[in-house]
């Protein structure tokens, strides 16, 4: 069974940057992807970004190209992602989850584990 735990969620002021963390354990190695996914209130689960274990190859939403950035560490079994320039728009639960899809995944239900979320707010 593949766990993930988020961390590194709080509330920064708009234009500032904040960096998530994912630590994924269990059965890792039946996974190919991690993605970062996000809900507001009362919104739709979100695709926020992705990445491959092998090979490193990364996909983002339309809404944060240009400000945010996925890296992996294959050693320390973790994903990271780096939130710059936030904008009060980006206030949501942000939740990582893991995919066994051959290919880099966008859709929520390419990915068969979550995460627990950790909140993201962005002040104006």
């Known amino acids: 069974q593949v766990q993930l735990v988020e961390s590194g969620g709080g509330v920064v002021q708009a234009g500032g940057s904040l960096k998530l963390s994912c630590v994924v354990s269990?059965?890792?190695?039946?996974?190919?992807?991690i993605g970062w996914f996000r809900q507001a209130p009362g919104n739709k689960r979100d695709f926020v970004a992705a990445?491959?274990?092998?090979?490193?190859?990364?996909a983002y939403g339309d809404s944060v190209k240009g400000r945010f950035t996925i890296s992996r560490d294959n050693a320390e079994k973790s994903v990271n992602l780096q939130m710059n320039s936030v904008k009060p728009e980006d206030t949501a639960v942000y939740y990582c989850?893991?995919?066994?899809?051959?290919?880099?995944?966008?859709?929520?239900?390419?990915?068969?584990?979550w995460g627990q979320g950790t909140q993201v707010t962005v002040s104006s």
């Open positions: 989850a893991a995919s066994r899809y051959p290919v880099l995944p966008r859709s929520e239900s390419s990915f068969a584990y």
């Open positions: 269990g059965g890792i190695v039946s996974t190919t992807s």
């Open positions: 990445i491959r274990w092998v090979g490193g190859s990364t």
